[in-house]
């Protein structure tokens, strides 16, 4: 499998039609690899906080309809980041598209984990309540969002659900790189399974971002990193190199915990 994050830097001058416009371009020069995964909130910026009620569009919305024709046009299967998506009957939801080779869409996530400590995402956006997985020819897509990778109950659920590659589109600040790469590292060892996680750079409302999109093996290796500016991070990997490593270390047959209600002695 080739895979393209695209860690697209978001610019307070750059409007966001014309952001849209560049990232689907980008999309399409893409074309022959099998997914392409773009960051969270990439049209607004994670932390523009009050750009996300102004700019909030339904599910089938602008971004929507340019993400179609861009996964289309280039014949990819593309996780287009995620939305600021305004619910007609509910509140608002950091939603991810994914959308098949021929443009149309194949699932949509809210992510669950909102960030803020009751303030920004946490105050403004409604919490998803579902699990994701996405079947592609030959492997199993989970989904997942930004600060959802700190819970790592999540995670298992998306590997009993199936999933063997691990997206996670983020809007992460520079201070704390750290543990972005560590979280991503723990995430891919502890499920034993592919993690591609796709950051943006440039600075979103006075919050530098990290950068460093990062695809981490099941053994926890790093096969490629992306540096803290706007670039493309290509790689290829072999899905079915997670059975094999679930067979020959199969630490995943011995776990205990979360398999049935613990018993407690009185």
Not at 106 to 116: D, E, L, S, V
């Amino acid at each position: 499998m080739r895979a393209s994050l695209i860690q697209i830097a978001v610019d307070e001058d750059e409007s966001v039609e014309a952001r849209r416009q560049r990232a689907a371009a980008l999309v399409r020069e893409q074309a022959g690899a099998d997914l392409v995964v773009l960051p969270e909130l990439w049209t607004t910026g994670a932390f523009a906080y009050e750009e996300f009620g102004r700019e909030a569009e339904p599910l089938e919305g602008p971004t929507y309809d340019v993400m179609a024709k861009a996964a289309s046009d280039a014949g990819v299967w593309l996780h287009a980041g995620s939305i600021p998506e305004r619910d007609p009957d509910g509140p608002l939801y950091n939603t991810s598209l994914v959308f098949s080779p021929s443009g149309e869409l194949a699932a949509a996530y809210r992510k669950i984990h909102r960030f803020g400590f009751d303030k920004g995402e946490a105050v403004l956006m409604g919490a998803g309540r579902d699990l994701v997985t996405v079947r592609l020819p030959g492997t199993t897509l989970g989904v997942a969002t930004c600060y959802d990778l700190r819970f790592p109950e999540l995670f298992r659920g998306l590997a009993d659900a199936g999933a063997e590659v691990l997206v996670i589109p983020a809007g992460w600040p520079e201070r704390r790189r750290a543990h972005w790469t560590l979280l991503a590292q723990a995430r891919a060892v502890e499920n034993q399974a592919f993690v591609l996680a796709c950051g943006t750079a440039g600075t979103h409302a006075g919050v530098p971002q990290a950068g460093h999109s990062i695809v981490v093996d099941p053994w926890g290796e790093v096969l490629a990193e992306a540096g803290p500016g706007e670039e493309v991070l290509t790689v290829e990997f072999d899905p079915a190199k997670v059975a094999a490593t679930r067979e020959q270390f199969p630490a995943l047959k011995d776990r205990v915990l979360g398999l049935a209600p613990p018993h407690h002695r009185g």
